[in-house]
């Protein structure tokens, strides 16, 4: 009897302390960990901003080369007709420098005439026609007629406009145009060389279109 009562005992003590341990270890399982603090990272130097780079001027011209000082800076736009011409860059060469033979060389601008035969100079220019009429604008084979003209003294009159052989198939040709053709409200961006073979005095820009005119001096007289 004795021998009962003490095994029951023992059963039951043993009984307790497995819950008691299974309770202790689920407690400590559902306790949310302490996180520990860390070292916070040494921060980065901020970096020096790089200064901004100055953008380099476009070269529109070498007219100061010649004497000439401009009172208008190009780009310079007539209007007349429903017809604008703005010269964008104005560039002048001696007709036997590289850089002129190189571009006669590579436009064929290989026959001369009219007013100037003997070239002294070779003028290279950057324009943009736009069509702002509501009609066809163009230069073709059977409309040459100039429209524009830039004059430089008035000994020399007009400079002589020479025209790329290598081109002449070429319709609006952004290079160097030959032959061009304009819808209404379309614009034109290409070169166009000169001849001239007397002293710069000044540069006048004239268009005569449709009846109207304009004209804008870039360089007033140095007479």
Not at 187 to 198: E, H, K, N, P
Request: proline share 4%.
């Amino acid at each position: 009897m004795k021998k009962t009562i003490v095994r029951a005992a023992l059963t039951t003590t043993m009984l307790f302390s497995m819950v008691l341990g299974q309770n202790v270890i689920t407690n400590a399982a559902a306790v949310t960990p302490v996180a520990t603090a860390t070292s916070t990272a040494t921060a980065k130097p901020t970096a020096t901003a790089k200064p901004t780079a100055t953008p380099v001027p476009i070269m529109r011209d070498n007219l100061s080369k010649y004497g000439l000082k401009k009172d208008l800076e190009l780009p310079v736009t007539v209007t007349a007709g429903g017809l604008s011409y703005t010269l964008e860059k104005f560039m002048i060469y001696d007709f036997k420098s590289k850089d002129a033979q190189n571009l006669v060389k590579q436009f064929k601008y290989d026959s001369f005439g009219g007013m100037v035969s003997n070239p002294k100079h070779f003028i290279w220019t950057k324009i943009t026609i736009k069509n702002n009429s509501n009609k066809i604008v163009k230069r073709s084979l059977n409309d040459q007629k100039d429209k524009w003209s830039l004059t430089l003294s008035s000994s020399g009159g007009r400079i002589d406009a020479i025209w790329p052989k290598a081109n002449v198939e070429k319709l609006n040709n952004k290079d160097a145009f030959y032959y061009y053709s304009l819808k209404p409200g379309e614009q034109l961006t290409t070169y166009q060389a000169f001849l001239y073979d007397q002293d710069f005095k000044y540069l006048v820009i004239r268009l005569f279109h449709e009846g109207g005119f304009d004209e804008k001096f870039v360089v007033n007289s140095q007479e």
